[in-house]
C-alpha cells in the first residue's frame, strides 16, 4: 500500500493531502468547540458555514506558503517552519471571520484550541507521513559515517538525509565537548572507538567533511581509517569548495594527494609573474601533463600572450579549448603545430611572437617505450632541446626553463640519459652566450601525469584487480602536477644562467604500501597468503625494460639553498660547447645511419654516470 502511494504522480498525492487537510481542519474545530463546551458540538446556523467551510479559506492559505510543493518524505525543519506560519495565519484569520459572522456562538478560547490542534494535527501528519515513507529503503542505502561535526559536517549529514542512497548513522569528531551528544539524531563518536562504531554501526562509508583541515591533518585521518575495509571519501579544502551549501556532489574519492600529506609552502608572487606577467610566453609539449599544467597556470599569471607549441592535434585542441574557456581576463591564446626537431619552424614561431619565456616541456618520457625506441628518444629529447635552445638564442629569447627529470641521475636507462644530455646541452650554451638564460629544473614522478601508477591502480581496482606493481621494493618520490609546476616556474625565474634546480620531493613512497592503501581506502582488502579472503591481489610483474629500484635527484653533494625551503640549487659537471659539439655531431650521424651501437657508446660518452640496464641486443627494433 505505502509502495503504491510512493509511486503516484506528483499530482495526485498533492490532491490527496489537499483532501485529507480539509478533512481535518473541520474535525479539529468540532473537536475544538466539543473540548471548550464538554460535549459533543454540531454547529446551528451561521456556525455551520464557518465550520465546514474552513477548508476555503485555509487551503489558499496553505498554497501561498508552499506546503504542497515540499516533498514529504524529505520534508525539512524549514518546512515545519512554513507550515507553522501558514496554520497561525489561517487561525487567526478564520477567529476573525467567526466573530464577525456568529459573535456569540463561538467561545474565545475555542480560537486558542483550534491554532494548537491544527498545528499538531497538520504539521504532526507530515511527520509521520516522512517517518512513514521515508524510512522504506534506508536497508538499501549505503551505511555512512562522518567525520567532522563542524558546520560542514551537519549540512552533509543534511543533504545525505535528503538522498535516495546514503543513510548517515554517526558523526565522528576530535572535541571531547561534541564526543557523546546527538546532532540531527546522530550520536559524535571519538576516534579512539572507530572500530567498535564502524562494526556496531555496519558502516559501508566514512565521509570525512573537514574542509579547513591541514593536508598534514587530512593525511593523519586517512592513515587512520586505511586499516578498515570502508570506502573513504572527503569535502575539497576550502579554497576548493565554493561558498553556499554543501552537496553531495562536493564529495570526492581520496586522492593521493591526500595520501602524501606533503606540506605546501605559499608561493612567492613576485617569483611566479617574473617570466609570465605582462610577457610573451611559450610553452612546448603544452598537450601533455606537465606542459598542460603549465599553461593552467600560467593563465592566471596574465601573460601578454601565451604559445601552445604542441606536435599532437588532438592534444592541442583539447589544451587551447580549456583554456579559451577560463576567460578570466582578455589575453591572446595561439595554438600552434609544430615538432621540437624542426628548428627553424620554431625559429620563425619565436620571432613572429616576439617570446620572451620558454617552457620547454616536449619530451618522450615513458621509459619502457623509450627504451625500445632509442633513436626517437634521443633525437626528440636531445636534438629537440638543442634546437630550442639555439633557436631561442638566435631570436633573443630572455629565460630558458626544462623540465628535466630524477631519471637524469645515475640513469639506467636511454630516457634519463636523455634528459642528462638536454642538461648537458643548457648548462654548455648557457656558458657559451649571454643572451639566454638557461634553468633546468628536476623532479621525481608526478601524480596524474601520463604514465603514473595512480590513474592504473583505480583502473585495476576498479576492474576487480590485480593490482600490478613491478617489484615489492620499488619506491619512487611524488608530488602532484600542480605543485611541481609552481615551484617549477618559481625556481625558474631565480636563474641566472646554467643553473640546475632540484625539487624537495619529501619522503620516498614504496609502491606496494601506496598500492595497499588505494584498495583499503576503496572499502576492499587486499588478498594474499595471510587473507585470502580478500577483494584484490596485488601482482608483481617485474622490473620494466631500465626501471629502477629507486631514483636519486643529485649527482653530487654540492647543493645549495634557495628563498623556497622546497627548491634546492644544485652544482653539477658540465662539459663545455667545444667539446660537447663533436660528440653530438656523432651522435646525429648515428641516428642517420640507425647504428644502435654507436649511439649506445656516444650516449655513455656523454652521459658519464649513464649504465645502461639493457643490452642493445634486447631493443626491439634493431636490425638484424
Request: proline share 3%; aromatic share 8%; net charge neutral.
Amino acid at each position: 500500500m505505502i509502495n503504491r502511494v510512493i509511486n503516484l504522480s506528483r499530482i495526485n498525492k498533492q490532491l490527496i493531502m489537499l483532501l485529507v487537510d480539509s478533512v481535518l481542519l473541520v474535525t479539529i474545530l468540532l473537536a475544538s468547540f466539543s473540548i471548550r463546551l464538554g460535549y459533543w458540538y454540531f454547529p446551528e446556523n451561521n456556525l455551520i458555514w464557518v465550520i465546514f467551510g474552513t477548508p476555503i479559506l485555509a487551503i489558499p492559505i496553505f498554497v501561498r506558503f508552499g506546503i504542497y510543493r515540499v516533498v514529504t518524505r524529505y520534508i525539512s525543519f524549514k518546512a515545519l517552519w512554513s507550515v507553522t506560519q501558514a496554520v497561525s495565519l489561517y487561525a487567526l484569520i478564520w477567529g476573525v471571520i467567526g466573530f464577525m459572522m456568529a459573535m456569540e456562538g463561538i467561545p474565545r478560547s475555542v480560537i486558542l484550541i483550534n491554532w494548537m490542534l491544527s498545528l499538531l494535527a497538520i504539521g504532526g501528519l507530515r511527520i509521520v507521513a516522512r517517518a512513514a515513507f521515508g524510512g522504506r529503503d534506508d536497508d538499501n542505502k549505503k551505511r555512512v559515517l562522518v567525520y567532522g561535526a563542524g558546520d560542514a559536517g551537519v549540512q552533509l549529514v543534511s543533504a545525505l538525509e535528503h538522498s535516495g542512497e546514503y543513510r548517515p548513522v554517526g558523526l565522528i569528531d576530535d572535541s571531547k565537548e561534541l564526543q557523546g551528544n546527538q546532532i540531527r539524531g546522530l550520536t559524535v563518536y571519538s576516534i579512539k572507538a572507530i572500530d567498535k562504531v564502524i562494526n556496531k554501526l555496519k558502516v559501508d562509508e566514512v565521509l570525512i567533511a573537514m574542509p579547513s583541515a591541514s593536508r598534514a591533518r587530512r593525511h593523519a585521518i586517512i592513515d587512520t581509517l586505511e586499516p578498515y575495509p570502508v570506502f573513504v571519501r572527503m569535502l575539497p579544502g576550502v579554497s576548493e569548495l565554493a561558498q553556499g551549501k554543501v552537496s553531495i556532489d562536493d564529495l570526492r574519492e581520496v586522492s593521493i594527494k591526500d595520501l602524501l600529506g606533503r606540506k605546501s609552502v605559499e608561493a612567492n608572487k613576485d617569483l611566479l609573474g617574473k617570466n609570465i606577467t605582462n610577457k610573451v610566453v611559450i610553452v612546448t609539449g603544452a598537450g601533455g601533463s606537465i606542459g598542460s599544467e603549465l599553461c593552467r597556470q600560467i593563465v592566471f599569471l596574465k601573460p601578454q600572450a601565451l604559445i601552445l607549441y604542441e606536435m599532437s592535434e588532438l592534444a592541442l585542441y583539447t589544451i587551447e579549448k580549456e583554456l579559451s574557456n577560463i576567460g578570466i581576463h582578455p589575453m591572446n591564446i595561439y595554438p600552434i603545430l609544430g615538432s621540437v626537431n624542426n628548428k627553424n619552424r620554431l625559429s620563425n614561431v619565436l620571432k613572429r611572437f616576439d617570446v620572451d619565456t620558454i617552457y620547454h616541456a616536449a619530451a618522450y618520457k615513458h621509459v619502457p617505450m623509450v627504451e625500445f625506441n632509442n633513436i626517437e628518444g634521443i633525437n626528440n629529447n636531445i636534438f629537440g632541446t638543442l634546437n630550442c635552445a639555439q633557436a631561442a638564442i638566435d631570436v633573443g629569447v630572455e629565460t630558458f626553463v626544462l623540465i628535466s627529470t630524477d631519471k637524469a641521475v645515475r640513469p639506467t636507462n636511454t630516457m634519463g640519459a636523455t634528459k642528462r644530455g638536454a642538461e648537458l646541452v643548457l648548462q654548455a650554451l648557457s656558458a657559451k652566450q649571454n643572451v639566454t638564460k638557461f634553468s633546468m629544473v628536476r623532479f621525481g614522478n608526478v601524480l596524474g601525469s601520463s604514465g603514473s601508477v595512480i590513474p592504473l591502480f583505480k583502473q585495476q581496482i576498479k576492474a576487480g584487480g590485480p593490482v600490478t606493481v613491478t617489484d615489492q621494493n620499488i619506491i619512487r618520490y611524488f608530488m602532484t602536477i600542480d605543485e611541481a609546476v609552481e615551484l617549477v616556474i618559481q625556481a625558474g625565474a631565480m636563474g641566472t644562467g646554467g643553473d640546475v634546480f632540484v625539487l624537495d620531493m619529501g619522503e620516498l613512497v614504496r609502491i606496494q604500501d601506496l598500492a595497499e592503501k588505494m584498495i583499503n581506502l576503496s572499502g576492499l582488502k587486499v588478498k594474499d597468503e595471510s587473507n585470502p579472503d580478500g577483494d584484490i591481489e596485488i601482482k608483481y610483474t617485474g622490473l620494466r625494460a631500465g626501471e629502477k629500484l629507486y631514483e636519486e635527484l643529485l649527482i653530487g653533494d654540492n647543493v645549495s639553498k634557495t628563498d623556497n625551503p622546497l627548491i634546492m640549487r644544485a652544482q653539477e659537471d658540465m662539459i663545455v660547447w667545444d667539446e660537447l659539439k663533436p660528440v653530438l655531431d656523432e651522435l646525429s650521424d648515428a641516428i642517420d645511419s640507425d647504428d644502435y651501437e654507436r649511439l649506445r657508446k656516444l650516449l655513455i660518452q656523454i652521459v658519464p654516470g649513464f649504465k645502461p640496464q639493457c643490452e642493445i641486443s634486447d631493443i626491439l627494433y634493431k636490425d638484424k
